[in-house]
């Protein structure tokens, strides 16, 4: 166990609708970082957070936003889905958002866009 | 562009053999350099982190290598067993104008090791 939680585990939902995924990153941990990972394709970055401000951006489509809260969990918000956005979504946390800091990656969550 | 490419794409061994899974990069400027392990459908683990100046760094079974003057790693695993049996992924951490660092990785070599 990471201690990085993700909510929902799986979500089922249709095209065109919006979700919300949730991440609470292990205790201490300022940074967050939001990973896509496709069917049999790698990790894609979207987006890292640093104490509640955007610290990096990745290949994150105009539809999906995400923010950290001043509590240090994040959302991401998918909106506008299509088919394509099936994916494992992973958050991941570390301490600081150092070049060299340990990124504890959580359980991830499951969607599944029909 | 970025790119991080690992090699084989997957790969099967008897168990108690060693292997050796290879990635070469292209990102820049170069920062440091993960493995990170993933068992099937939950979050990666992080084995090694390599910074510019070290060229090995060892967890258990794992050793991993880096010539950052060719852009090459690899991991070799000693002595594997069934519990081996995942992806891994390379991972190039690339720093930003700014601060903050961007992580490209390697779709993974997928590892089986059977009895």
């Known amino acids: 166990d990471s201690g990085v939680t993700q909510t929902p585990k799986h979500l089922i939902t249709a095209t065109g609708q919006r979700v919300t995924l949730r991440c609470s990153p292990r205790s201490g941990d300022l940074s967050v970082y939001w990973y896509q990972q496709s069917l049999d394709q790698g990790l894609q970055f979207l987006i890292q957070?640093?104490?509640?401000?955007?610290?990096a951006k990745g290949n994150i489509l105009e539809r999906f936003s995400a923010q950290q809260f001043p509590d240090l969990h994040s959302e991401l918000n998918l909106s506008s889905l299509e088919l394509g956005d099936s994916a494992l979504y992973f958050c991941?946390?570390?301490?600081?958002?150092?070049?060299?800091?340990?990124?504890?990656f959580g359980p991830g969550t499951r969607l599944l866009v029909l | 562009k970025n790119q991080v490419e690992q090699s084989p794409q997957s790969l099967i061994i008897l168990e108690g053999k060693n292997c050796t899974l290879q990635?070469?990069?292209?990102?820049?400027?170069?920062?440091?350099l993960r493995w990170y392990k993933q068992d099937t459908g939950r979050g990666p683990v992080s084995l090694t982190i390599?910074?510019?100046?070290?060229n090995t760094k060892s967890n258990g079974r794992y050793t991993a290598t880096l010539d950052a003057d060719t852009k090459q790693s690899s991991l070799h695993i000693t002595a594997s067993q069934l519990s081996d049996s995942a992806s891994y992924i390379c991972?190039?951490?690339?720093?930003?104008?700014?601060?903050?660092?961007?992580?490209?990785f390697g779709t993974g070599t997928q590892l089986k090791v059977e009895l």
């Open positions: 991941a946390s570390s301490v600081e958002a150092g070049v060299s800091e340990t990124q504890y």
């Open positions: 390599m910074t510019f100046s070290e």
């Open positions: 957070y640093y104490n509640g401000e955007e610290r």
């Open positions: 991972v190039v951490s690339a720093r930003l104008t700014g601060g903050g660092n961007k992580l490209t």
């Open positions: 990635c070469n990069y292209t990102v820049s400027p170069f920062s440091n």
